[in-house]
């Protein structure tokens, strides 16, 4: 069973990087497709990024397109989230979600992320944007 863990939140400024790593636990991750969600204070689960278990596929939400970028090295077991010119409207806590179907990540919403325990959803990293 596939186990997440983020990290590489914190705190950036306007205009800055990060970049957060999902690392599983499990070694048949290399066959998951793997969402990044976030969800600020007061707003739904937002899905930002996903990429199938190969990725040779990716997807973004309108908001981050062009200045966030989801990567993997199934070597590592991991996927990232490279967040650039970062907003303060992109503070929110930050999930990573594995999903054996990329159309499922891609179709499904949430109010909260994540929608229940699950082991194929990480705990979350705080990231905050401000001067």
């Known amino acids: 069973q596939v186990q997440l863990v983020e990290s590489g939140g914190g705190l950036a400024q306007p205009g800055g990087s990060l970049r957060l790593s999902c690392a599983a636990s499990e070694f048949t991750f290399r066959y998951y497709a793997v969402g990044w969600y976030r969800q600020a204070p007061g707003k739904e689960c937002e899905l930002v990024a996903a990429?199938?278990?190969?990725?040779?596929?990716?997807n973004y939400a309108d908001s981050v397109k062009g200045r966030f970028t989801i990567s993997r090295d199934n070597a590592k077991n991991t996927v990232y989230l490279q967040m650039s010119s970062l907003k303060p409207e992109d503070t929110a806590v930050y999930y990573c979600?594995?999903?054996?179907?990329?159309?499922?990540?891609?179709?499904?919403?949430?109010?909260?992320?994540?929608?229940?325990?699950?082991?194929?959803w990480g705990q979350g990293t705080q990231v905050t944007v401000s001067s």
């Open positions: 979600n594995a999903d054996a179907s990329f159309g499922t990540l891609l179709s499904s919403s949430y109010y909260y992320c994540p929608p229940h325990q699950s082991a194929y």
């Open positions: 990429i199938t278990g190969s990725g040779g596929s990716t």
